[in-house]
């Protein structure tokens, strides 16, 4: 019993940190309806100011906490740099303009970071005052959690008077359950937006300078953070902070105990959780029904005339394509077969989102779902590669057929969370079945038929598929059905 009464302060402390960083997060995109993927970013870079001012300010055990408050308010100011000179000119485009333009954001911190304090991780100082453990129920407990599990609450019950007991609070809720009723009613909205990013790039800058002692500081660590923060605010409720403490709490209990109790399962439970809220009550725990400002799924993008390739000129290409492999080594065969397939996959992604107005964050499983496909279907169905070939992506579109049932039933953020639930779900399957999938050492062995042996002859396969499947995506989007998705 002492072990999991330790192991769930364990997951309060952890999810006192999620809460930090998806409390931003909501009131984000409760506000301005940006899913903003560059949150993490202000997270890891919170983390990384903090390791270089807690060294460089003076002040002994005070310049820590000093570091900790002074990164997150430069944090903030990066973040209110960001709304009005990026984000300020996409807030009218199409959601997937926006998701771009915030992974752009993501990229760039990544290789800013990187720049500046290098790829190596970097362990941060110890809390003065809070470096030592305490004794709880025969176990020892790091006080520094203790003072976070602490410190959680305290966050909350100061934006909860934030946003009801001034009117610029009151102004920030009316604005996430209808913005443009309070544009109407006169309100700046480019002031309203610009301080709401200013406060949730704070608070995810406080999150990241917070967790300094605890963590070690990686490159990655934003991707980490980045999707646990999105299940928090889709289970909570857009712009809901008890909504937000609640499914904080919430998934760090299950990740705690699912680590100990569950170990299996572990890795997908809080997407089986969020999938479960998602169909059963869409808006979240704690939130309200959304407004629907825009069309469902964010709309069509909308297409430039684009300009086609004369006969001439695509003939040309394609002879050129088919005589690389005379001028090629074997190593840039392999290189361009691999090109061939993203492209399939990225012009398959751009029918769902640009021609269907779906943005998906998990159309990978079905690329995974295919290649796992052929591969069980040649090593243990023992089926020649032709068939296992037509096969494979019969496979992932059944499986896209059970996921969109449910899928197509929400829109927005929820349909996209949605989906990257089940490619969660998804990968933790094959992640765990290592009697048929291999688990994480994948599926080795898996080559050509003889009759395509040689790199030369399985580059024309790939090519051969490749233009069969842009083909029929062409023809796809320019019949009634493409064009019936275009106008919905």
Known sequence: MSLLFVQLLSGLANAMFLFLIASGLSLIFGV???????????????????????????????????????????????????????????????????????????????DAVRYLWGADNKTGPTAPGLAGSVPIAGQLFPSYDLAVIAFGPLVALGLWLLFHRTRWGILIRAATQDREMVAALGVDQSRLFTSVFVLGSFLAGLGGALQVPRLALTTVMDTSIIVEAFVVVVIGGMGSVWGALLASLLIGVLNAYGVLLLPKIAIVLIFVVMAVVLVV????????????????????????????????????????????????????????????????????????????????????????????????????????????????????????????????????????????????????????????????????????????????????????????????????????????????
């Open 32 to 110: 301005t309806r940006i899913v903003n993927f560059a949150h993490g970013s202000f997270y890891m870079l919170a983390a990384y100011l903090t390791y270089s001012l807690a060294a460089a300010l003076p002040g002994g055990p005070v310049a820590f906490y000093a570091a900790v408050l002074l990164a997150a308010v430069l944090v903030a100011v990066v973040g209110g740099l960001v709304e009005v000179l990026l984000l300020r000119r996409v807030y009218k485009a199409p959601e997937l303009y926006q998701l771009l333009l915030t992974f752009a954001l993501v990229l760039v911190t990544a």
């Open 281 to 488: 009550r869409p808006w979240g725990l704690l939130g309200r029904p959304e407004i629907q400002l825009r069309p469902p799924g964010g709309g069509a993008v909308a297409e430039a005339q684009a300009r086609r390739l004369g006969p001439l000129w695509l003939g040309a290409g394609l002879m050129a394509l088919a005589g690389l492999p005379l001028v090629l080594p074997t190593f840039w065969i392999s290189i361009v077969v691999e090109i061939f397939a993203f492209a399939l996959f990225a012009a398959s992604l751009h029918l769902l989102m640009s021609v269907g107005g779906m943005v998906s964050f998990g159309h990978a499983a079905y690329f995974g779902l295919g290649a796992y496909g052929a591969a069980v279907l040649l090593q243990l169905a023992g089926l020649p590669m032709p068939a296992a070939f037509v096969l494979a992506p019969v496979v992932a579109a059944l499986a896209a057929c059970v996921f969109g049932y449910f899928c197509v039933r929400l829109s927005s953020i929820y349909f996209a969370m949605l989906t990257l639930a089940f490619a969660q779900i998804v990968y933790a399957v094959v992640h765990q079945w290592d009697d048929v999938t291999g688990g994480d050492n994948g599926m080795l062995g898996v080559w050509p038929a003889r009759w395509l042996g040689s790199p030369s002859r399985y580059y024309y396969w790939a090519l051969a598929a490749t233009l069969v499947g842009l083909l029929l995506l062409r023809l796809v989007t320019a019949s009634p059905f493409g064009l019936t998705l275009r106008a919905v």
